[in-house]
């Protein structure tokens, strides 16, 4: 019996041990950090998905849309950016946990190439196809396209009223023997307001806003006779 007894006590305080390591084990787990939570990424969605409807005027000439440029914008960035008007509106800041799936001069380019080429054929301007001669226009070649985005933020008056401002300047310059002859230049602004003072509501804005943009372009190309 006595026997019995210390191996009992003997056996106690290891497994106290034990249960103080399992204890320590499980405060060291609580205490690591969670992982970083991914920013969320935006576009400017699927855009035109439906059938187009059918259009019974003559299709425009081709039109050589060149890379679009953003000295307004951090090089490269992805981020989502905005301005306080009412505090300091000078400084552009960013979303700390929204980015756009490609910089923002990236998806303008696509956006204006998919309003554009509903009724002609856009060209990439570095694009051989670009310096054919069009027969129809009496062997012309077609018009380039160059736009630099100027403004891309979502814009606070106050705390609670906010808009997708987009600015950009379009260039559309003729390519002649001598070189390039200015056909017209325009800077287009538009701001849509943001139905909720988030960064979704943001991105939502300056999508709609480019759109715009995009359709006032191609009626003013259409008002240049290209």
């Not at 106690?12 to 990424?41: K, N």
């Not at 700390?96 to 060209?123: F, I, N, Y």
Request: with cysteine; glycine share 8%; hydrophobic share 45%.
């Amino acid at each position: 019996m006595k026997t019995i007894k210390r191996i009992a006590a003997c056996a106690r305080p290891s497994s106290a041990a034990a249960l103080l390591g399992a204890l320590l084990l499980l405060a060291g787990c609580s205490a690591l950090p969670s992982p970083p939570t991914r920013p969320v990424l935006y576009d400017f969605g699927p855009g035109v998905v439906a059938p187009a409807p059918t259009d019974r005027r003559a299709p425009l000439p081709p039109l050589a849309l060149a890379d679009v440029d953003a000295p307004g914008l951090p090089e490269g960035s992805n981020a989502v950016l905005y301005r306080l008007a009412y505090s300091d509106a000078q400084q552009l800041r960013p979303y700390s946990q929204a980015r756009w799936s490609q910089p923002p001069a990236q998806l303008v380019q696509q956006r204006l190439r998919e309003h554009l080429g509903q009724r002609r054929a856009v060209l990439k301007a570095d694009d051989g196809a670009a310096q054919a001669r069009d027969p129809a226009q009496g062997g012309k070649l077609p018009l380039v396209l160059r736009v630099e985005l100027e403004e891309f933020s979502h814009l606070f008056t106050s705390a609670t009223e906010s808009a997708g401002v987009v600015r950009l300047r379009a260039t559309v310059v003729d390519l002649t023997p001598a070189g390039e002859a200015l056909r017209g230049q325009r800077v287009f602004t538009v701001r849509t307001p943001a139905r909720t003072a988030d960064a979704a509501g943001g991105v939502a804005a300056l999508a709609d806003a480019t759109g715009q943009v995009a359709q006032e372009l191609a009626a003013w190309l259409e008002q240049l006779g290209g």
